[in-house]
């Protein structure tokens, strides 16, 4: 004990320790900027000293740290930080400090104070900046971050000198310029200067290439107009031959919930060519807005299959009750390439109205509506329909009955187990019994009393005929449990034949190992051939199971072993056994190296299992213990293939065992 407490304790001792730079990184009070100013001017402090000062500074700086920090603008290793310290300090002499060193430096110290000049919005900055661009020695990093910065401080006198650089910058820099203009602009429209704004993107309309300056430029014009400006020049652009403008007004129009836009979208489009009606539809269906269904509901019905096909899938992004019926009407369409999707846009249209449909059509004396209608409840979930489910599963005949039994399985829950138990008696067909047991197969595992609903099954199962009983036995072997188990086992004893092979099935595929003994015990008393068969390959079937022990598999094959007969019985066997990793099992699997009915399989299943412990990180330890067994497999093998392959498997194990 005292020991485990001392390990904890050095535990806690390492974690603490861990934690100490952390807590170093508090930030420091204001008593303490003396300090970190001495750091920043001490010649024997690190650059990390001075790092982190700078970081203490930019939370607790004030104008006596401006003048130390600005003195170290030009150190090319300080210069970030210097930067970062002095931005957020409100005075304006960091402002002063940036304008006074735009002279003097050069290189990425220069290109990061013209950064921090934008990032303050220094209007005072303008015109140094505007000299700048001038001069023709400023490297064109540092043009580009001036025109950016121009471009955040955002004022008049900074538009009128990027618009002016727009007929005087170099090819190579206009993008810094597009960049620095859109960047003013939006900072105008915010403060209200909605003109300036305008006139910055109809000059920006006017640039020719490239793309997104124009389309960029189209979006800001559109924003900055108001009511029917703003749609005529949505309107203007939807016929336009340029599909990066037009794209950009339908991308625009997203952002712009007004009826009246949804009415210049839709005035023009059925004159439109079909890709560019594609993308019209496509931005009223995410519009969301219902004046619009009238144009989709038209595009819908007739034109080219694609444009068809949008209008289809953008109905329900709208979602308005109006959809329904048309979506309905489009799934009886002749061509299936409509009537499929408009399937798929009605199984994902939400509300009661696309629900009462899918039942009028479940009503329906159509065979073809009615398997529509059954697929729409499932996807929609209308567990509200079981009800209905139910009365027709009692009176509907053919094909479509087991369809209608088995989606009663997929939306009912458990309280659907009586109903489908009293359904079940009146079932004689094979295909509607195999869907009975499907649904009750399913409501049953949705349970959270299973013994309940086992009581139920084993209630019934006592009283049934002999087609019922099949279905409630394996029924009952999903559900599970000692109840259940006692009542198939009562089964085998039924005196039909048919009742007997089921239950002992129904024990084979049990959730859990406790219906194995009885499978042993079937299998050692049957005087029926076919159920001793039965019972024992369902036995073998357990003994497959890897998630038990190794030990107990290998003792349920030794019991398995001494009631075999059969050669497929055999072969089942040696097929388990080859899955077991043990030497043990290659014991069991000997014998049958010399039988010429078996010897093929138990060469396969003895190399497999060979191959497996040789390959394992201990293979030392099974070595030894393989090789006598593989001597035998060698000489035993039915073909050169299987020969060489066990010979090749004896040599690793001699090297391993060190022979």
Sequence with gaps: ????????????????????????????????????????????????????????????????????????????????????????????????????????????????????????????????????????????????????????????????????????????????????????????????????????????????????????????????????????????????????????????????????????LTESLAQLPADNQILVIQTLGKRGDVASLPALFDAARTGPTEVRLAAIRAMPEIGDASVVPVLAGLMADADRQIAQPAKESLASLPGPEADQIVMTMFESREMDKRQVALELMGRRRMTQAVPVLLQAAGVTQGRLRPAIIRMVGELGGPDRLPALLALLDELESSQDLDAARQAMSVVCAKADDSQAASDMLVNRLGRSKPQQKIVLVRVLSGVGGPTALAAVRRAVDDPDGDVRAAAIRALGTWKTTDAAPELLALAQSADNPTEKMLSLRSYVGFAARRDLPVEVRLSMCRQAAGLIERNDEKTLLLGTLGGIDSVEALGLIEPYLTDSATRQEATVAALGIADRLLSHRDAGQYAAKLIAPLEKVAQAAPNDNLAQRARNLLAQARTKAGR
């Design 1 to 264: 004990m005292f020991k485990s407490r001392m390990c904890v304790f050095a535990m806690i001792v390492v974690l603490l320790a861990g934690l100490v730079p952390a807590w170093a990184q508090t930030v420091a009070s204001k008593s303490d900027e003396a300090k970190l100013i001495a750091t920043l001017t001490s010649p024997d402090a690190s650059r990390k000293d001075k790092a982190d000062a700078c970081r203490q500074l930019s939370i607790i700086g004030t104008k006596a740290a401006i003048a130390p920090l600005a003195s170290l603008l030009g150190d090319p290793e300080m210069s970030h930080m210097a930067r970062y310290a002095l931005e957020p300090i409100p005075d304006p002499a960091v402002d002063r400090a940036f304008r006074e060193t735009l002279g003097k430096l050069s290189g990425r110290p220069l290109i990061g104070v013209i950064a921090s000049i934008g990032v303050r919005r220094d209007a005072e900055a303008i015109e140094p900046l505007t000299k700048m661009l001038m001069d023709g020695q400023v490297s064109p990093e540092a043009m580009g971050a001036a025109v950016r910065s121009l471009g955040r401080i955002g004022t008049v006198a900074a538009a009128q000198v990027l618009t002016a650089s727009l007929d005087h910058a170099p090819s190579e820099g206009m993008l810094d310029v597009y960049e620095g203009l859109f960047r003013c602009a939006e900072v105008l429209a915010a403060e209200g200067n909605g003109e300036e704004a305008a006139a910055i993107y109809e000059r920006l309309r006017q640039v020719k290439e490239p793309h997104q300056v124009r389309a960029g430029a189209l979006r800001g014009a559109i924003l900055m107009r108001r009511g029917r400006e703003r749609a005529g020049l949505i309107r203007e652009h939807l016929r336009s031959d340029d599909y990066v403008l037009f794209a950009a007004a339908c991308q625009t129009a997203l952002d712009l919930p007004a009826s009246g836009i949804t009415r210049a």
